[in-house]
């Protein structure tokens, strides 16, 4: 019965099924603000089952159906600041989330989450776009301060 879990028939896990969780490691200071779009630097890798995720991109090893999660913290933004988007890019399509938070806050915690059906070979990455201010005053926080990523193949 190896690679069952819990004894469950069909349910199986492998140490070289594509899994990631990786954070960004310091304060990226002034990459947006006045509409500048920015691909998330997700630098440290907690883990990388299969090595599949490399500057800041995952590749699918696999054709699938993929879990994403990703996460960043901004700060830095000012009563100007009008509107913000996280994006999830892969090579099949991609996502847009423009997070509902008071605009008035000067740090917030942007969130996206979505299951993405890609081919072996196609990449995905995160960026984030805030608009409003008059130059690019915003920064992207670290992990511990709510910048994360984490992909995992289901299906």
Same mark, same amino acid.
């Given at each position: 019965?190896?690679?069952? =879990?819990?004894?469950?028939? *069909? @349910? ?9 969780? #990786?954070? !960004? ?23 990388d089952q299969g090595g599949d995720f490399d500057n800041d ?10 879990? =994403?999660?990703?996460?960043? *913290? @901004?700060q830095g933004r000012t009563s100007s600041h009008n509107g913000? #988007?996280? !994006? ?68």
């Amino acid at each position: 019965m190896s690679g069952l =879990v819990s004894g469950i028939v *069909g @349910i199986q896990t492998s140490p070289t099924q594509p899994a990631v969780l #990786a954070n !960004n490691s310091d304060l990226d200071t002034d990459v947006t603000g006045a509409g500048a779009t920015t691909t998330i630097d997700y630098d440290t890798e907690i883990f990388d089952q299969g090595g599949d995720f490399d500057n800041d991109t995952f590749t699918a090893p696999v054709t699938g159906i993929y879990c =994403v999660l990703a996460s960043a *913290g @901004i700060q830095g933004r000012t009563s100007s600041h009008n509107g913000s #988007a996280i !994006n999830i890019l892969a090579s099949n399509r991609y996502h847009r989330f423009e997070p509902a938070h008071h605009r008035s806050d000067t740090a917030a915690v942007m969130i996206a989450t979505a299951l993405m059906d890609m081919d072996a070979a196609d990449t995905l990455t995160i960026t984030v776009r805030n608009s409003g201010e008059s130059s690019d005053v915003h920064d992207i926080r670290e992990g511990g301060e709510g910048t994360q990523f984490s992909i995992f193949l289901v299906a």
